[in-house]
């Protein structure tokens, strides 16, 4: 692909902003959490104005990924609990479920189960707030959405490509975009002013060794994306395994067997986050479709 082509498409990509399924909820949220003297009653207060979304948040934050399973009873605890970060980050997971379902069949559950693996894996290798790990892990193909709202054409391109080719979808956007989806989560961390955290951990997840600044988000993520796939749990879009990153346990301080028991806690839990799914009346009251 020629420089002025990527150009127009990264331009494209980060026109985001007329994405119409991120709320204004989450503008206000950000100026909040700006502001030092912001309460966290303030912030609740916000969110919940928007009923749907807060349903959406409490559904996902009470499922299995969080490990705080039907616990959490108000947007307030959530924040208290789980912390502005992971909140944000599941409003906007959850403000373009839609699109995602719509855009790549299977997405959504691969997106969560990678989020319950990654959180696992945190949990396994006793990380401070495991909690935003799995927002990290939830996150990790969000450029993917993005990219089949805002190219379609290219976006498809890029699934024949996988489909004649026998490519991973990285590869495939390599040879049609010119980038892959983790550079557009970077652009999108970067635009929706993510905490640094999640933008290495999404930006680096197929190469967690280029992390610099937070190696263990990225590898948490880069090992749950592994797991997520060895399930054969959802789709990212094509069916090929995710190469192990050498690197990636040495990191994490954990031995390939600790892997047993976070693969046995995730397919223990596979059943209740499948259950995350929204319910069809919670995306018709969105105006959305399921």
Known sequence: MDEDLKTSA??????????????????????????PNTTIE???????????LSAKVLKMVNSPVYGFPGRISSIQHSLVLLGINVIRGVIISTSVFDIM??????????????ALATGLIA????????EEYSVCGLLHDLGKVVAAVQLPELHKAVGETVRSQDLRWLEAEKAVLGFGHDRINSWLAEHWHLPPTIKEAIGSHHYP???QLYPMHA????LGDFVVRVFEYGSGGDDQAVPLSPQVLKTLNI????????????????SEVSGV?????DAMASGGKA
């Open 10 to 35: 990264k331009g494209k990509i980060l026109s985001i902003r007329d994405l119409p399924t991120l709320p204004k909820v989450l503008g206000e949220v950000s100026k909040l959490v700006e502001n």
């Open 255 to 270: 031995k390939f067997s600790d892997l047993d028991s976070v693969l046995d806690s995730f397919a223990e839990n596979l």
């Open 42 to 52: 303030a912030i609740a207060k916000v969110i919940s104005r928007d009923q749907v």
């Open 123 to 130: 949990r396994k290798a006793g990380l401070k707030d495991p």
């Open 101 to 114: 379902a719509k855009a790549m069949e299977g997405l959504w559950e691969h997106s969560v189960g990678c």
């Open 277 to 281: 799914n929204f319910a069809p009346e």
């Open 219 to 222: 590898a948490a993520v880069h």
């Open 209 to 211: 060794e280029r992390a």
